[in-house]
């Protein structure tokens, strides 16, 4: 009854996520330049779509004089892409690992510096799913008027945070496979747009003024300031979110990964800057305004296409490709917390490579958060949006200035060129976000002042128990001789019995050596010589530091490599446990599973509990016997077997 509904699940599981994808086949996993576009892109090919509201809605403060600096915002942005992409691809040839803002700032500013680009990165990709989904949801009221009740839109907005988390649990292939199409279809229309407005304009004779909106309101009775200039090229410069993406996840690209991952980058700012420019110029010549039921980009569809088959397929493709946005979120985040719990500052499990190939608990845990935001917020977009770009603008900053500082120190060839740039790209990039912060402060981007900091501490405590217990646990040289001498003394006490005459044998999950093993391995071999350690292969690199560390203390209780290539650590050891059962060679079969049990409670979060995992499952075994056995940290100090 058991294996049927082990199988069932097995059956269920796999029709809903897919076959599990073994680890040799990780290369074949990962993306390409045309498969990185949809999955990194989306965020900054949407953002691109609603920058030239952002920029009209502050350059009309001063009437329609506002229209005369609509390209010149925007050639300033482009300005600042540029730069942003130079600042980006020298930190993608830099680390082949990712981590883009955070992985610069933390080795060249400080480790503090780059806890807090993870946490404004983090905070970034989190609104971004938030404010992409309820801004979807949002523009599709008009249509389905069912939506329009705060309580069937906050269910419609998690609902579809639950499809995208779905999407991306089933690996990034997928995800690329499926949002493609209109990703891709967007890009097209929205260049047909653009090359046709020019052409209507330039070629044919159109006059703008003939089918300019009602403008009536505006007058030009206040000048430009610079303030004001700098509000509208800040409200523009959220066609940039999302940019830092790539850099994060330069290991999900194919090798040569960061080449890759540098053209990818390069099509991004290409088609941003293009799509920014095109907007804007055909906004300001047609003196469009922009509302809240009738955007830019709905206004200029109507304009060049009118209500034909190319408005519809634009204006669709561009209210899920809102939705698709939240997709770079679900690619970016998990590989950023995974580089961030293999430095300690986040739980260890965020490091863990799910079914599919991807980090599934970073997916599931930035579908957690995202829902609760929707949720406090009431899916409320206007809300969020004030906290939406600040995250980013702290990444670029620290990136730029992390890398301005690098090559200064080290000057080499043409330093003076990159470091201007680099300068110039995080000194630009601090700017906008003193005017976001200003500008936004009291529509709610003081929170930032209160949850960054809290991100911080909370990222350094984690760092700090991870580094306490590993010392807790290490193992010295004198621990190494107390146990040498336990196992010498249990032998002797033996030496006139057979191996044989041992029918129990006790098997021991181990991960690591560590006191807590030690502990066990103790107390398996004072039952019976019949001891056998066993470590689940999942991780290569891992396994290669438990051979060395065994070797190294001269362990004498012999260990067992189970390769995993699945990743699936409980299921590939109670396999082991079959076969050992089936051998038939012993009266008893104990499983003595090493237990950390931490001073507080709560610190057990921290750790994934497998061995509670596998209590549980082994519970169902009739012949097989379970025993815990916790290690307390107060044990290094004040340890009996030290006498021995």
């Not at 199409?181 to 890009?187: G, T």
């Not at 003076?416 to 000194?427: M, P, V």
Request: aromatic share 12%; glycine share 8%; proline share 4%.
């Amino acid at each position: 009854m058991v294996n049927n509904n082990r199988l069932l699940w097995l059956r269920l599981r796999t029709a809903i996520f897919g076959h599990p994808l073994a680890t040799r086949n990780a290369e074949e996993t990962k993306l390409g330049v045309s498969g990185g576009i949809p999955v990194f892109g989306s965020d900054i090919i949407s953002s691109q779509g609603y920058a030239p509201d952002e920029i009209l809605y502050v350059l009309l403060l001063v009437g329609s004089l506002g229209y005369a600096y609509i390209l010149k915002v925007s050639f300033t942005i482009v300005v600042l892409v540029i730069s942003i992409f130079l600042v980006y691809r020298k930190a993608i040839q830099k680390y082949s690992e990712g981590g883009g803002s955070y992985t610069i700032a933390k080795a060249y500013l400080g480790e503090n510096f780059g806890l807090i680009a993870g946490a404004s990165l983090t905070l970034d990709y989190v609104l971004t799913v938030a404010v992409s989904v309820s801004s979807a949801i949002e523009n599709l009221t008009g249509i389905f008027s069912w939506l329009a009740p705060t309580d069937h839109k906050v269910l419609a907005d998690c609902l579809v945070i639950v499809f995208m988390a779905w999407v991306n649990l089933r690996g990034l292939k997928e995800s690329a496979r499926l949002f493609a199409i209109p990703v891709y279809l967007y890009i097209l229309t929205l260049g047909l747009l653009i090359g046709t407005g020019v052409i209507e304009i330039f070629v044919h004779g159109v006059t703008p003024a003939a089918v300019a909106t009602e403008n009536s309101a505006l007058s030009s009775a206040s000048g430009m300031t610079w303030f004001i200039f700098a509000r509208a090229f800040a409200g523009g410069t959220t066609a940039l979110t999302g940019f830092e993406a790539v850099s994060n996840g330069v290991t999900a690209f194919k090798n040569p990964a960061q080449k890759r991952a540098v053209h990818t980058l390069f099509v991004l700012a290409a088609i941003v800057s293009v799509g920014l420019i095109g907007l804007t110029y055909l906004a300001g010549a047609y003196h469009l305004v922009p509302s809240e039921g009738n955007t830019v980009l709905n206004q200029l569809g109507l304009i060049v296409f009118g209500k034909t088959l190319p408005y519809f397929v634009l204006m669709g493709t561009a209210a899920a490709i809102l939705i698709i946005a939240s997709s770079t979120p679900y690619a970016g985040l998990p590989i950023l917390l995974g580089l961030m719990a293999r430095d300690g500052y986040t739980p260890r499990y965020f490091k863990n490579l799910g079914d599919r190939l991807v980090y599934s608990v970073g997916i599931w845990t930035l579908f957690f958060v995202s829902c609760v935001l929707i949720i406090i917020f009431h899916g409320d977009t206007h809300t969020m949006l004030p906290l939406y770009a600040i995250g980013v603008f702290i990444s670029f900053s620290l990136t730029g200035a992390g890398l301005a500082k690098n090559t200064w120190q080290e000057k080499g060839p043409k330093w003076k060129s990159d470091f201007a740039i680099f300068c110039f790209g995080g000194i630009v990039s601090f700017l906008v976000l003193l005017v976001f912060i200003t500008t936004k402060f009291t529509q709610g981007a003081w929170i930032i002042l209160i949850i960054m900091p809290f991100l911080v501490l909370l990222f350094r405590r984690i760092r700090f128990i991870y580094k306490s217990e590993v010392q807790e646990v290490e193992v010295t040289e004198e621990d190494t001789k107390v146990f040498h001498n336990y196992v010498t003394k249990v032998k002797r006490r033996r030496a006139h019995v057979e191996l044989a005459d041992y029918k129990n044998k006790i098997i021991i999950p181990v991960y690591d050596l560590n006191l807590i093993v030690l502990k066990t391995l103790k107390y398996a071999y004072a039952l019976t010589p019949q001891v056998t350690a066993v470590h689940i292969a999942s991780d290569p690199g891992r396994t290669a530091k438990l051979l060395k560390h065994w070797a190294e203390h001269h362990i004498e209780i012999p260990l067992e490599i189970v390769e995993s290539p699945y990743r699936a650590t409980v299921h590939d050891f109670l396999n082991y446990i079959d076969k050992v059962e089936r051998k038939g060679n012993f009266e008893t079969i104990t499983v003595a599973i090493p237990e950390y049990v931490p001073e507080k409670l709560r610190h057990n979060i921290l750790h994934n509990q497998t061995g509670q995992l596998m209590k549980l499952m082994l519970l169902f075994r009739k012949n097989i016997l379970v025993t815990s056995v916790p290690y307390h940290p107060e044990e290094r100090v004040d340890c009996p077997e030290k006498t021995v």
